[in-house]
């Protein structure tokens, strides 16, 4: 059954630590997305792959890192450089071809300790 | 000020009641807009995509209607049911150089009571 994977589903941050947010899609996108929500907000994209070993900042980039070493992964670490890591992370995929929409993991909740 | 502005903020319905989402927006120039559905603690699942030059599409109870001249959506449900408790999120696409880029609504919240 094809589709996108977060993990963990909720996670832990302490002071001054990276952590890391795994994202696999086995839908064949080449497009991937990694989108924070925070309450009464919109999404807001945060970094996007267009194809592999390739990706750019969204409107939030700063205090986060992403790579894009295969099409399935695309793996955001959040650096001790946010200073507000509390959020909804959500990671999404996206088939270029036709009007297609984004598919969207079910989501990773990271919280300070 | 939101490109995407959604009302209401939340709505609380009695089951098999219908309702009525609006989505005014501000985005130019429009490829296509989107309406979602998000459950509490899950990933947004799409409902329905508009191109500009469609008046409305439907998806089962969920019918969604686009008028590019005053940039309105509305996403209307027909006999609500309890699973329908989620928030509804309406998203606009817009053509850059770079690609398609996607602004977000806020969501309205809706609940659905016996």
């Known amino acids: 059954d094809g589709g996108i994977t977060q993990s963990p589903k909720y996670l832990f941050r302490k002071e001054g630590q990276n952590v890391t947010l795994s994202c696999e899609q086995n839908?064949?996108?080449?497009?991937m997305y990694w989108y924070r929500q925070d309450p009464g907000q919109g999404l807001r994209l945060i970094y996007y792959?267009?194809?592999?070993?390739?990706?750019q900042k969204g409107d939030i980039a700063e205090g986060y890192s992403v790579s894009r070493e295969k099409k399935e992964s695309f793996p955001l670490t959040v650096t001790s450089a946010q200073k507000n890591p509390t959020a909804f992370y959500l990671c999404?995929?996206?088939?270029?071809?036709?009007?297609?929409?984004?598919?969207f993991g079910d989501g990773t909740r990271l919280s300070i300790l | 000020k939101n490109q995407v502005e959604q009302s209401p903020q939340s709505l609380i319905i009695l089951e098999g009641k219908n309702c009525t989402l609006q989505?005014?927006?501000?985005?130019?120039?429009?490829?296509?807009l989107r309406w979602y559905k998000q459950d509490t603690g899950r990933g947004p699942v799409s409902l329905t995509i508009?191109?500009?030059?469609?008046n409305t599409k439907s998806n089962g109870r969920y019918t969604a209607t686009l008028d590019a001249d005053t940039k309105q959506s509305s996403l209307h449900i027909t006999a609500s049911q309890l699973s329908d408790s989620a928030s509804y999120i309406c998203?606009?696409?817009?053509?850059?150089?770079?690609?398609?880029?996607?602004?977000f609504g806020t969501g309205t919240q809706l609940k659905v009571e016996l």
């Open positions: 999404a995929s996206f088939n270029r071809e036709g009007n297609q929409p984004q598919h």
């Open positions: 839908l064949n996108h080449d497009a």
């Open positions: 792959s267009q194809i592999v070993n390739d990706f």
């Open positions: 989505c005014n927006y501000t985005v130019s120039p429009f490829s296509n």
């Open positions: 508009m191109t500009f030059s469609e």
């Open positions: 998203v606009v696409i817009k053509l850059t150089g770079g690609g398609n880029k996607l602004t």
